[in-house]
């Protein structure tokens, strides 16, 4: 069993930047993809960024040039560097895992981005 706590979110002004972190538990010694997706109200969940075991990344387009995704595997940890922020930002952001059959979720952590 994984599990997957973020933290990091919090209220900046449009412009700024924060960093999210995602810290994984439990049975931790083949964590696979690890992504970033986010959620604002009334809206579905997409994907901002994903990393592979690897390394190799993906980011949405909504978020490229702007967003950087990092992964620390020694400390099981994946990051979101959020750099430029913009008020359309705005949403709970949720770290998800994937390993073979295995999916898990972590609680989200809010992101509101001032105009």
């Known amino acids: 069993q994984v599990q997957l706590v973020e933290s990091g979110g919090g209220l900046v002004q449009a412009g700024g930047s924060l960093r999210l972190s995602c810290a994984a538990s439990?049975?931790?010694?083949?964590?696979?993809?690890m992504d970033w997706y986010r959620q604002a109200p009334g809206n579905e969940r997409k994907l901002v960024a994903s990393?592979?075991?690897?390394?190799?990344?993906t980011y949405g387009d909504a978020v490229k040039g702007r967003f950087t995704i990092s992964r620390d595997n020694a400390k099981n940890t994946v990051y979101l560097q959020m750099n430029s922020l913009r008020p359309e930002d705005t949403a709970v952001y949720y770290c998800?895992?994937?390993?073979?059959?295995?999916?898990?979720w972590g609680q989200g952590t809010q992101v509101t981005v001032s105009s």
């Open positions: 439990g049975s931790v010694f083949n964590i696979g993809t």
């Open positions: 998800r895992e994937v390993s073979g059959g295995r999916l898990v």
């Open positions: 990393i592979t075991s690897s390394g190799r990344t």
